[in-house]
């Protein structure tokens, strides 16, 4: 079992961005000799390692998105020049909606095990597992980190509540990996099976994949001790909060800035801007300056801890096209793919919303004719949706034709905030 208390998160500023800079250079020189999409966003940039001497040269590098990796593999299938060896040389391949091909090393699996360590789990833990093990990496990567670290698993994965209910008290669970607000729906089916939350149940520590309305009421109503944290894959666990719960400490081997999003220039500490992340460690398929997509706010302030980093304080919205849906994406471009497919539809619309705190996906239908089998077709459509995306419409409208204008967004997203 390895060790993960790291005397970095405590050394200063300078000693910190010195190593930074100099891992920089390092991943971002072997990124241009053996990634060929990276060689071609530098030189385009005119980009060269060698100019990275501070955290603001940074700005040099030409930042990802989600978008721009989703079209280079398209373009250039299946990884879009960012992998450095021959795919059959990965361990697993994972497929986020997009599609968007992506693969996990054992590195990113030891910093999940960094951040896993900070929240309070160890050997002896028996933890729940319900993020999904199917296609994306997520399921795994937590998987592997928890078994590295001599923790019992029990990979659950999503849905299920009553059977997680069950396990969660007959194995006398203690830590649990979840979204906030299905932590929360097993809590209440667990009392609405008859059982005394407190009382009955082993749970003690969750780690919050994002921030809710209802972690007051987890922590206080039953003394569960929730830890929130920064995932956003590929790039995986980068900030964790500490004992003090006062923002979200970015992990040494991950490098955060918070950005302007249609620049990519760094704005002051304390404005917001979008997550733009970095990591130091994968040299399989470097993460160089990725957009998230996410906008956030960090602080310097002195952490109690002692730990010197930067702390991510909150997520606040979205930028892009992209909408993150519990987890998951949805891309225009993947609702068009998918209504290419229905030649009786000329057009459709995705609505996220919320209905009593829960994110709800809706579309609305537009139909070239009038035809017997609308409902057929809808269920057609919602169907290889799901598949495409890994998220169901729960709420189906059709609207006369006319109704969505040509040049309307796929995707709209109605929600006041990201609630998880």
């Known amino acids: 079992m390895l060790e993960y208390i790291d005397p970095r998160e405590f050394r200063s500023v300078e000693e910190r961005e010195a190593e930074v800079i100099a891992k920089l250079k390092r991943i971002c020189d072997y990124a241009w000799r053996n990634a060929p999409a990276y060689k071609k966003l530098f030189d385009e940039a005119g980009f060269t390692p060698s100019q990275l001497k501070t955290m603001a040269d940074m700005e040099k590098i030409p930042k990802v998105t989600r978008d721009d990796i989703v079209k280079m593999q398209r373009e250039t299938p299946p990884f879009g020049g960012f992998l450095t060896v021959p795919p059959e040389k990965l361990k697993r391949i994972y497929v986020h909606p997009g599609p968007q091909y992506e693969t996990m090393t054992?590195?990113?699996?030891?910093?999940?095990?960094?951040?896993?360590?900070?929240?309070?789990?160890?050997?002896?833990?028996?933890?729940?597992?319900?993020?999904?093990?199917?296609?994306?990496?997520?399921?795994?990567?937590?998987?592997?980190?928890?078994?590295?670290?001599?923790?019992?698993?029990?990979?659950?994965?999503?849905?299920?509540?009553?059977?997680?209910?069950?396990?969660?008290?007959?194995?006398?669970?203690?830590?649990?990996i979840a979204f906030p607000l299905f932590l929360m729906n097993i809590v209440k089916r667990a009392e609405e099976m008859g059982y005394d939350f407190k009382r009955d149940f082993n749970l003690k520590i969750a780690l919050a994949v994002g921030a809710s309305p209802v972690r007051t009421s987890l922590e206080q109503d039953y003394g569960i001790d929730l830890r929130e944290i920064y995932v956003y894959l590929p790039v995986g666990i980068a900030c964790v909060e500490c004992d003090y719960k006062s923002g979200m400490h970015i992990q040494e081997d991950f490098v955060l800035e918070v950005v302007e999003p249609a620049t990519g220039k760094q704005v002051p500490v304390g404005e917001t801007g979008e997550i733009v992340v970095t990591t130091l460690f994968n040299e399989l398929m470097p993460r160089i300056r990725i957009g998230s997509g996410d906008l956030g706010f960090c602080t310097d302030e002195p952490c109690l801890c002692g730990r010197t980093s930067n702390r991510l304080v909150r997520i606040v919205g979205r930028v892009g096209e992209a909408v993150k849906v519990k987890g998951m994406f949805i891309h225009p471009a993947e609702v068009s793919d998918v209504l290419s497919n229905f030649p009786a539809l000329t057009n459709i619309q995705i609505i996220v919303d919320h209905v009593e705190l829960k994110d709800r996906v809706s579309a609305k239908f537009e139909f070239k004719e009038e035809l017997a089998d609308k409902e057929e077709i809808i269920e057609s459509f919602k169907k290889d949706f799901q598949s495409r995306c890994r998220l169901k419409i729960e709420r189906a409208e059709i609207v006369p034709a006319g109704t969505i204008p040509k040049d309307a967004k796929k995707v709209i997203d109605e929600r006041k905030q990201i609630i998880l």
């Not at 093990?133 to 795994?140: C, D, I, Q």
């Not at 659950?156 to 194995?171: A, C, F, I, P």
Request: charged share 15%.
């Open 106 to 176: 054992d590195a990113d699996v030891e910093q999940t095990s960094r951040a896993i360590w900070k929240i309070g789990l160890r050997p002896g833990d028996i933890v729940i597992n319900t993020v999904a093990y199917h296609l994306v990496p997520a399921g795994l990567l937590i998987d592997g980190a928890l078994i590295a670290m001599g923790i019992t698993v029990v990979p659950s994965g999503t849905g299920n509540t009553e059977l997680q209910v069950q396990v969660m008290h007959d194995l006398k669970v203690t830590g649990v």
